[in-house]
């Protein structure tokens, strides 16, 4: 079934569109990238020639491949050159009316058989698949950061999608060489509900004193086993992206210990937010604790 997704759209060409974008040409579907305006066409390109040509420094791919990959992509400001796509996967911002105001407008400008994905990391595809004609059509296809490298597919479906779609697109998530799981729509569904958290609490905890930026990481890499300490990771993710998440979190929850960590906003209020601008935990001096002042 996975088969009938030939031609993919992904609307949003930051850090995650343009990686998903490269999972699906590396997988040799055609891609359409979408992005809002020139600039940002041109920087989401920029993602995608620069990701590939690490892989082909690395020798992970040849020029031929680099060449075949970058070929299936092509590059578009109109949302009506989505008209034939199987599927579109949306990973614009966080931000709900966006995303129910682009997912109107795809209802209108893809065929109907078109399958329509968000990446939200956090909100409800429920609420995204309701401002549709076609709410059995909408499902999550939660990619992680590095995209190209994590393996992880959350599939999110909702008591509006279609039996069998979450199969299908588990089944796609597997052509792409991923692992899918199959979640219901709550927020933060399993990766981002148990992560979040922790990332939020490390912060805390380097607010509170109880040890600096630099120990906190070394002591979850190397006394956890953890890829990566907190302070890295959030970097990796965005400090806006993980406060957001965050905040969805403890809407939901209600529960304080979703609260963003105040140090957490100060740096989004700041512009801080990780390597997406080049400052964050740790690009930016180690933030005071109120302890230390
Ligand atoms: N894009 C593409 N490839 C990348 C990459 C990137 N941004 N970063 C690293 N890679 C590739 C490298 O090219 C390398 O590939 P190779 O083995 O084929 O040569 C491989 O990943 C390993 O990279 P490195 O040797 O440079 O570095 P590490 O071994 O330290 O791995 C890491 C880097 C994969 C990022 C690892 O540190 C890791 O797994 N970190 C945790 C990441 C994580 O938890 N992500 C999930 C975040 S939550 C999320 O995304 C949800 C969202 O909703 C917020």
Known sequence: MAGTFETVGVVGLGTMGAGIA???ARAGLA????????AALERGRGHLEGSTGRALARGRLTEAERAEILG???FTTSLEDLADADLVIEAIPEVMDYKRALFTDLDRVCKPSAVLATNTSSLSVTAIAATTTRPGRVIGMHFFNPAPVMKLVEVVRTVTTDDGLAGEVADLARRLGKTPV??????????????LPYLNHAAVLLENGLAGRDDIDAAMKLGAGFPMGPFALLDLIGLDTS????????????????????????LVTAGLLGRKSGQGFHCAEEPQSPSSE
Do not use: K, M, Y
């Open 31 to 38: 891609v359409i990238g979408v992005e809002a305006d020139p």
């Open 182 to 195: 199959t979640v219901g729509d709550r927020a933060g569904f399993v990766v981002n509900r148990l992560l």
């Open 243 to 266: 406060h957001e998440i965050c905040e969805v979190l403890f809407r939901e929850t209600r529960d304080p210990r979703h609260a963003p960590a105040p140090i957490l906003r100060e």
């Open 22 to 24: 490269e999972v699906f």
């Open 72 to 74: 299936r992509v092509s």
